[in-house]
């Protein structure tokens, strides 16, 4: 895997959808991090509403792991809020 372009995205905010794994139809580049994907060889696609289309850009396993790292990080920031809602 290549060095990743900016700050890791979430899902919460990247994506308008789950990730769905991808088998590769012919090499692609991660959208994140370049790294070519050979045909044959596992991705993920990660749905994007973008310009009123949904886009499915590709993304490496690496990169996917990331991004899933962060979004659970965020989902974690929301969570913690409810308690001292609840509190109350
Ligand atoms: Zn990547």
Redesign the pocket.
Request: proline letters at 6%; charged letters at 10%; aromatic letters at 6%.
């Given at each position: 895997?290549?060095k990743?372009k900016g700050k890791t995205p979430s899902l919460l905010s990247k994506s308008t959808g789950t990730p769905t794994l991808h088998v590769c139809g012919k090499a692609t580049a991660?959208?994140?991090?370049?790294?070519k994907?050979k045909t044959g060889e596992q991705c993920f696609r990660i749905p994007k509403q973008q310009n009123g289309f949904a886009a499915k850009p590709t993304?490496?396993?690496?990169?996917?792991r990331l991004i899933v790292e962060k979004t659970k990080s965020d989902i974690l920031a929301v969570e913690q809020l409810f308690p001292a809602i609840e509190a109350r």
């Open positions: 895997m290549a990743p991660c959208k994140r991090c370049n790294t994907i993304f490496c396993i690496s990169c996917t």
